[in-house]
């Protein structure tokens, strides 16, 4: 009889698009799909954008410090200052960051040979950048929000456009990755919770980011060929206000629950409890943060209520209810330290911090819904946009410095990778605290908001001016976060799993081959590699790793 | 009689089963028709909630000189329910191997889609006022502009899985590109009903 049966436990690589041999030079750089260049460029990118916009919150910040008047900046150009540092910080940070980490690490996670349309991600990215560049050139130009060039205003909607399909794009290329390309036996209920946090979060964004698309679409329309019905240039930052509010900010926070609930575990060596119910949640949350129904109303006729939503049924519930997955997740990481023996390496000290961030983000968003507290329109909800973007960044860092072997092949400083991060928390902290403390002094949350209704000017400045401080010190954070990805590493090679990991990424070499692995064990629980470790069961890693070891 | 040893020896040389093929292309292209419609949707929604708030406060909608015909737009809702039926004709002759009805179908496809895009444009040229005159009439050529606009990314798909098919890549049992194509052409008629009903039907 000639039957010859592979190991039960070793399967060949799963099906998808063939790896090809890696190009050299700046080819490497322009003309590659692979999914770890192209994911380190959008988080090189995004970073340098990311510091960007933490330099206009700290100019917008100490305009606050004298209410009576703009005393660094002109006030048209503080005004859009003011929406640049919320568009910048979201759709050229917060949002490729973790689009870039998600291209890198969930084709490892998964156990796939490369990312699903790698041609399309690449695309992507260079679509972002350009159209990144092109944002920021109309703002130079007198475009953007309350812009006065009415071309550059147009340039800017227009190139937004093209960031968001490209922000889309590079989330297609990552949610199918995850849904077709898993490794055998690896079901959805198994999939690390880094990547489906990115299916929840990418589905979410899938369908919110196409409705900022036609929004602005519809803008542009009436910019170029209307007149003006919309409102023009100084209108147009009301219809896109609602993606910095509650509850779609919190949309872009999922993936950031997800890199934690992956951290946790392996720093707690211990599984993560309850990783079923972490998915669930994680769900949850991500369902709850769709919040493309909550934009501000047209008004043809100037008389309906544009925001008939607010402080009604939906609205409020949604803003508590929100609570209710972010807490089970503390709840689930704190029961998963506890129950381990806890090592405090750097990335679970940075997703402890993001947790508390976030976590706070969304408890002040429970007060934002509260209609007698009234403080949607104050500063309180620019500290609670803070909280939730701050802690997404440190989120993102605590990956960095997780995954840093698998996409850079080196181990990243921990002494600058913790002070930065430190600073990040305590500085973002401490400014959207006070933020919120002068949002009950009815602080209002745009620059140009009439001060008729503040009480305590003096004390307001006074806070205002520790915010400032703070967002000067977070702003210090990210730039030595940034300067860890650069400095170079003294401890070479690097060991392929030097955490001890749980999930496949840690299954082949730091950096991975082309192709990921030679060969992909069969996955039968959520911690392939934990099992291995500590339960003895069978789990043959990637030829490539044996031969390294 | 043939013992199952025997049996097991006549399978022995046969190739092996092929692995399952993830449906990379079907995913990613639900993926994308998801976002698609998610762009129209939205402003079908800002059309209706718009509509709704002057009627509540007792004035007309649309503009007194502006007409928004049933005829175009009912031909153009059934031209493109007459394509997804095709559409599905040939995906089904595709997986059956039929390969000239197949051929027949997809281009019976292409031509009903083609065919949407003059009721449109002659919905436009019986409105009677631009597209800049109001606020309604830029909603109106915006929102059906959009929609030709994702009719023609889909006969695009659709041509090019029709001569992918014509060149022999597409066999009965690897149909998933036009499968993918299938399923972005079902989405753009649905986005049509809503657009359909949003502006044809309720005004």
Avoid: C
């Avoid at chain 1, 340039?155 to 199918?176: E, G, H, Q, R």
């Avoid at chain 1, 745009?446 to 001016?465: K, M, P, R, Y």
């Amino acid at each position: 009889m000639t039957v010859t049966e592979a190991p039960r436990d070793v399967v060949e690589a799963p099906a998808g698009p063939a790896p090809s041999a890696p190009p050299r030079g700046l080819a490497a750089v322009l003309g590659s799909g692979d999914p770890r260049t192209v994911g380190k460029l959008f988080v090189g990118t995004s970073l340098l954008f990311l510091l960007m916009a933490g330099v206009v919150a700290v100019l917008v910040g100490f305009e606050r410090v004298d209410l009576s008047g703009f005393e660094v900046l002109d006030s048209d150009i503080v005004r859009q200052l003011f929406t640049l540092q919320s568009i910048a910080a979201v759709f050229l940070g917060v949002l490729p960051l973790l689009i870039g980490l998600a291209t890198a690490v969930v084709p490892l996670q998964v156990g796939a040979s490369t990312i699903a349309f790698p041609r399309a991600s690449a695309a992507a990215y260079w679509t972002f950048l350009a159209s990144g560049g092109v944002v920021l050139a109309a703002y130079a130009l007198d475009g953007g929000p309350f812009g006065g060039d009415g071309e550059a205003v147009a340039l800017f909607v227009a190139a937004f456009i093209a960031l968001l399909v490209a922000l889309a794009v590079a989330t297609i290329s990552v949610v199918t990755t995850v849904l077709t390309l898993r490794a055998p036996g690896m079901t959805l209920r198994r999939t690390p919770l880094f990547s489906w946090s990115m299916v929840v979060g990418g589905t979410v964004w899938l369908l919110t980011l196409p409705a900022l698309a036609g929004v602005l679409l519809l803008v542009y329309v009436d910019l170029r060929y209307g007149q003006q019905f919309l409102g023009g240039s100084d209108g147009m930052y009301d219809r896109i206000a609602w993606a910095f509010w509650q509850p779609t900010l919190y949309v872009f926070a999922v993936p950031a629950l997800g890199i934690i609930a992956d951290v946790v575990p392996v720093f707690a060596r211990r599984r993560h409890h309850r990783h079923t119910a972490a998915m669930v949640l994680i769900g949850l949350f991500g369902a709850l943060a769709f919040g493309a129904w909550a934009q501000i109303g047209f008004s043809v006729d100037g008389e309906s209520d544009p925001t008939d939503w607010l402080y009604d049924g939906v609205w409020i519930v949604v803003g508590f209810l929100a609570l209710v997955p972010v807490v089970g997740l503390l709840g689930l990481w704190a029961a998963t330290l506890s129950r381990g023996k806890v090592r405090l390496g750097t990335p679970l000290v940075l997703a402890l911090f993001a947790g508390l961030l976030i976590g706070g983000g969304v408890a002040a968003g429970a007060v934002t819904v509260i209609e007698e507290a009234d403080v949607l329109t104050t500063t309180w909800a620019s500290g609670q946009e803070l909280l939730i973007v701050a802690g997404t960044l440190v989120a993102a860092a605590a990956g960095l410095a997780l995954w840093a072997p698998k996409l850079y092949g080196k181990l990243l400083p921990d002494g600058l990778v913790r002070l930065g991060a430190t600073l990040l928390t305590l500085g973002a902290g401490v400014a959207a605290v006070t933020y919120g403390i002068a949002g009950l002094y009815d602080q209002p949350r745009s620059i140009a908001g009439s001060l008729d209704g503040v009480s305590e000017i003096d004390t307001v400045e006074t806070l205002n001016l520790v915010a400032a401080v703070g967002l000067v010190v977070a702003v210090t954070g990210a730039l030595a976060v940034i300067a860890a990805l650069l400095v170079p590493s003294r401890r070479r090679p690097v060991a392929d799993d030097p955490w001890e990991g749980h999930t496949l990424e840690w299954a082949t070499t730091s950096p991975p081959p082309v192709g990921n692995f030679a060969t992909v064990p069969e996955i039968t629980s959520e911690a392939p590699l934990y099992d291995a470790r500590y339960t003895g069961a069978s789990v043959r890693t990637s030829e490539s790793t044996e031969a390294s070891a | 009689m043939a013992t199952i040893s025997s049996e097991i020896e006549v399978f022995a040389g046969a190739p092996a089963a092929e692995p399952p093929r993830p449906r990379v292309l079907l995913v990613g292209s639900a993926l994308a028709s998801g976002a698609a419609a998610m762009v129209l949707l939205t402003l079908v929604a800002v059309y209706t909630s718009m509509r709704a708030d002057v009627i509540a406060s007792g004035e007309r909608w649309l503009p007194e000189d502006a007409n928004v015909q049933l005829s175009p737009g009912n031909m153009g809702m059934i031209t493109l329910l007459m394509s997804a039926v095709t559409v599905a004709w040939a995906v089904y002759s595709l997986r059956n191997d039929d390969r000239v009805h197949a051929y027949l179908a997809f281009g019976l496809s292409i031509l009903l889609g083609i065919a949407y895009i003059p009721t449109v444009v002659y919905g436009w040229q019986q409105f009677g006022v631009g597209a800049t005159s109001s606020t309604q009439a830029l909603l109106i050529f915006t929102i059906t502009g959009l929609h030709v606009a994702m009719a023609g990314v889909g006969l695009a798909f659709l041509a090019v899985m029709a001569f992918r098919a014509l060149g022999g890549q597409l066999t009965g049992r690897a149909a998933e590109g036009a499968s993918a194509a299938a399923l972005y052409w079902y989405v753009t008629v649905a986005v049509y009903g809503a657009v359909w009903y949003g502006i044809t039907i309720t005004k």
